[in-house]
Every structure is written in C-alpha cells, then in structure tokens.
C-alpha cells in the first residue's frame, strides 16, 4: 500500500491525528530546519524529542527547549560522510532504547533520517508510525549513475515502510515519486 502524501500546513494535522492526547512524537531532523515543526507540535500539546544533526555554519549553538539528543554533524551533498554519520548516530541510539519506548510517531526529513528512523524502529520493537518529509530532491536522486540507481532503491524500500509521505511541493510527487518510485 502506498502511503498517503500531504504538503503544506496539512502536515501538521496529519501529524496530530496519528499522535493526538499527548502522545510522544519523535522528530528525526537536522535542529535548525525542524524547529517550526517542533514548535507547532508542542503549540498542540505533543511531546516532542529531536534527535538531530548538526551542519557547519547553521546555528552551531542552538539547542532547542525540547529534549534533544545530538547525532554529530553531516555536510550537505557528501553522501558518503552522511553513511559514516548515521552509522555513528545508530550507535547513539542503540545505547539508550528505553528512552524511545514510549514513541507515537517517528518523523523523518531526508533519505538519511528516514534510515535511522526505520532503524529506531527495529530498535523499539514496535511498528511506530513514520512520516517521512522530502524538502527537496537531491540532483544525485535523478541521476543514471551507480549512486543514483542505489540511493533510488534505498528510498523505494524505505518508502514502502512508512505511514505519511509529505512533500513540500506537489511536483515532487507529480515529476519523481509517481513516475520514479512507483
């Protein structure tokens, strides 16, 4: 079954009706560009945790007023120091799955979140519903090398795991989910 695909300020009740009365919503992000969603979960009474990436030269300083468990930093486009920062953010993870257990939903922003996110999910022992957002599709993603074809199929399984997809442009599901990832 393919899962739905909201955009805009519908996300954010799509949000809440899978975690209404509190429940504990787990935002898998890099800190900065989570935090108006953050805000607006908590704004509704959600439980908010951020586990996030930082990235040189955005707010190196900022901690949110929510908990918030650091995964180290990542560079934008450098695909394989991402690999090496998602295996070192499973680590941090897996050190402290009774922190997780009480998890509603799990919402991912890009390819290597939504990873961690399918893993934080095998780690709890619970089919917890995950909301993947795409902001932008990486150049890497449409291309014909080996990458692409590979970074493609890593999606497409990803994709069939989750509860939401929410992109921030009706394009992207018209131009590459749809015709691209079927």
Known sequence: AQ???LRGLTLVLAVMSIAWGGWFVLIVSYVISAQGLALSATAY????????????GYHPDFLPPWPFISLGHTHDGRYGHRAAALLRALRIVAAQPRRFANVSVIYARNIDQLLLALMLRVLIRRRVPIVYEVLDIPAIFVGRRLASRFLR????????????????SPAFHTRYFAPVQG
């Open 3 to 5: 899962a739905p695909i």
């Open 45 to 56: 009474g959600l439980v908010v945790t951020m586990l996030g990436f930082r990235r040189k």
């Open 153 to 168: 199929w890593v999606e497409r399984l990803g994709l069939r795991r989750i509860d939401l997809l929410a992109v921030s």
